[in-house]
């Protein structure tokens, strides 16, 4: 069978990025791994490069570019949102606080997803709202699994600190009192891609007065469920995508 497009170039391009679905490739293993010719290799592997598909590491090798996550948690987008509605509604329902889904976006996290709290006084974050990064618990959680170099950037800006983030991935969960907002507390935990990488934050938030200077200790458990069963859901989509499971 013919595994060609007949267009000679995305063709090739493939090739490249096959070959290092193996691991890390010089340029001679390049065209040997390929059979294209050396000039060939070089010069679609710098465009590649150049588009983040292709990247290189500490030894100058070529490696698959940061791009390729990049589109893959878009293309996990929709399972992530069509799973997170139910449990989020379900979270509001046992805290009696508004729920939301983060994600991050460079310096920016994204409220994707909310169920809000129906009545009385409430935190508001509609979807589509872009909240820093520099504060809050949700932005330590998706900050305290990020590469170290991302960690010591983000925590130049942040109110809160490296001590913070260690907490956080111990215990599992962030808490956070005003740090955004005065007068607002908040309690998040990670979503996991199938992979195991962190790719949202589900959390929790609402007054200080309701929700206490440690609103850990009472609605933590309930946050980390949530985060759980929707990492849970999202690794069983992954397995058989034509039968998603429901909450």
């Known amino acids: 069978m013919d595994n060609t497009s007949g267009v000679g170039v995305l063709d090739k391009a493939a090739l490249v990025l096959t070959a290092l679905e193996n691991g890390p490739l010089s ?11 050396r000039p060939t290799a070089h ?8 588009h983040r598909l292709v990247g290189r590491n500490l030894n100058g090798s070529f490696i698959l570019g940061p791009r390729l996550v990049e589109l893959a948690q878009v293309a996990d987008e929709d399972r992530l949102l069509t799973a997170a509605g139910p449990i ?8 009696g606080e508004s729920a939301q ?8 996290r994204i409220c994707v997803a909310v169920a809000e709290r129906p009545a009385g006084l409430r935190d508001t974050v509609p979807v589509g ?22 960690i010591q950037r983000g925590l130049k800006r942040a109110v809160f600190s490296a001590a913070s983030l260690a ?16 007068g607002v507390a908040s309690i998040s935990a990670p979503v996991r891609s199938p992979a195991g990488k962190v790719i949202a934050a589900v959390s929790v938030s609402g007054p200080i007065e309701r929700l206490t200077r440690q609103p850990g200790r009472l609605h933590a458990p309930a946050v980390v469920a949530a985060a759980e069963r929707l990492s849970e859901l999202l690794r069983r989509s992954a397995g058989d995508p034509e039968s998603p499971e429901t909450p």
């Open 129 to 150: 709202s872009q909240l820093t990064m520099n504060a809050g618990s949700a932005a330590q959680v998706l900050l305290a699994w990020d590469e170290a170099d991302r």
């Open 88 to 95: 989020l509604t379900r979270l509001r329902d046992i805290t």
């Open 167 to 182: 907490a956080v991935q111990r215990q599992g969960w962030a808490q956070s009192v005003a740090e955004r907002e005065a």
């Open 43 to 50: 010069r679609l592997a710098t465009a590649l490069e150049y």
């Open 101 to 108: 889904l983060f994600r991050r976006q460079g310096d920016v």
């Open 27 to 37: 340029l001679t293993g390049l065209v040997s791994a390929t059979g294209l010719s």
